[in-house]
């Protein structure tokens, strides 16, 4: 059993920049690949970023939804047994629960589907506003 606790989110205004942690424990961290994902309120859960580990080669693989290309960066440090995701230019349609994820499978692409996922967290949220 994998137990993942997020912290970090918080109120910040247009423009601004969150960066969100999420805890690995139960689990060899390096075993997982790690995602986060978000819920608007009245929406259904949407990917946001997911990370893979090559332990053969030391490299990571990381992938992102469109809506925040070019401004959220996911990042693993396997030594803390956390994933992080940095935001920045944070926009109001930014505003959702954040959810870290976690899957059974250290490498291959990374994974964007929801279903796939085995072990979540409570979830923090994130408010973009004036």
């Known amino acids: 059993q994998v137990q993942l606790v997020e912290s970090g989110g918080g109120l910040v205004q247009p423009g601004g920049s969150l960066r969100l942690s999420c805890a690995a424990s139960g689990r060899t961290f390096s075993s997982l690949g790690m995602g986060w994902f978000r819920q608007a309120p009245g929406k259904e859960r949407e990917f946001v970023a997911a990370?893979?580990?090559?332990?053969?080669?030391?490299?990571?693989?990381?992938d992102y939804a469109d809506s925040v290309k070019g401004r959220f960066t996911i990042s693993r440090d396997n030594a803390r047994n956390t994933v992080y995701l940095q935001m920045n230019s944070l926009k109001p349609e930014d505003t959702a629960v954040y959810y870290c994820?976690?899957?059974?499978?250290?490498?291959?692409?990374?994974?964007?589907?929801?279903?796939?996922?085995?072990?979540w967290g409570q979830g923090t949220q994130v408010t973009v506003s004036a």
């Open positions: 994820a976690a899957v059974a499978r250290p490498g291959g692409a990374p994974e964007k589907s929801l279903s796939e996922y085995q072990y």
């Open positions: 990370i893979t580990w090559a332990g053969n080669s030391r490299t990571y693989y990381a």
